[in-house]
């Protein structure tokens, strides 16, 4: 049997590479040993392994959509907590997973403080984010993990998933924002940024919500 070790693994970006038959105890070592502070991604379900390493688009698209909806959380005085690609993981369910963005928001008082967070026993975070350039989405691992909500960049679209009896169903509008036409309006704004930059499309996008705000209820 040929032993690797992972310095030798180069995994160009945009592409993913499996690993098959990985144990859980496999899996935290490479954890480990991969660190922190790194470019590539991770997913883990019952033995397989992906590492996927993104593309400057996709980076893009994850810092732009994350900044919306911090603006948006701002402007309504919701607290929230931003984790970025957080490693979450659950040993009793051999799963992991490592979004590009995720926020807990109504659960950020439970994880508030806390430099560890442990799955069998925290509650998952209540909106994740996947940008979907390469195909990397695993809604099983998230639906196990019990994420509620679940938003996908698909090409130039935002598609939106609730949890419901342990499987998403795609919906028109978020669970965390009713009545916030989300799907239409995220999409016009990360497609702005690409011409008026990303500071003229955040003041954009703040003066939408706050008119929204003050307009009289129909």
Request: proline share 6%.
């Amino acid at each position: 049997m040929v032993t690797l070790q992972l310095r030798q693994l180069d995994v160009p970006q945009g592409q993913r590479l499996l690993l098959h038959d990985v144990s859980w105890s496999d899996f935290e070592a490479i954890l480990e040993e991969l660190g922190e502070y790194r470019s590539t991604r991770i997913a883990y379900d019952n033995g397989l392994l992906e590492i996927m390493a993104p593309l400057p688009e996709h980076e893009a698209d994850k810092e732009i959509i994350g900044d919306l909806l911090k603006a948006l959380l701002e402007e309504l005085d919701i607290e929230f907590l931003t984790l970025g690609s957080t490693t979450f993981k659950n040993s009793d369910m051999l799963k992991g997973i490592e979004p590009d963005q995720c926020f807990y928001i109504q659960n950020e008082a439970a994880v508030r403080g806390k430099n560890r967070l442990d799955l069998t026993i925290d509650p998952p975070p209540d909106l994740a984010l996947e940008i979907d350039i390469t195909a990397r989405t695993h809604p099983d691992t998230y639906a196990a993990l019990g994420v509620p909500e679940l938003w996908r960049r698909v090409e130039q679209t935002i598609r939106i998933y609730r949890l419901q009896s342990g499987r998403y169903l795609e919906v028109t509008e978020s669970p965390t924002f009713p009545g916030w036409s989300l799907r239409s309006e995220i999409p016009t704004y990360v497609e702005k940024s690409r011409v008026d930059g990303r500071n003229k499309t955040m003041r954009s996008f703040r003066q939408w919500v706050r008119e929204r705000l003050l307009a009289p209820e129909q």
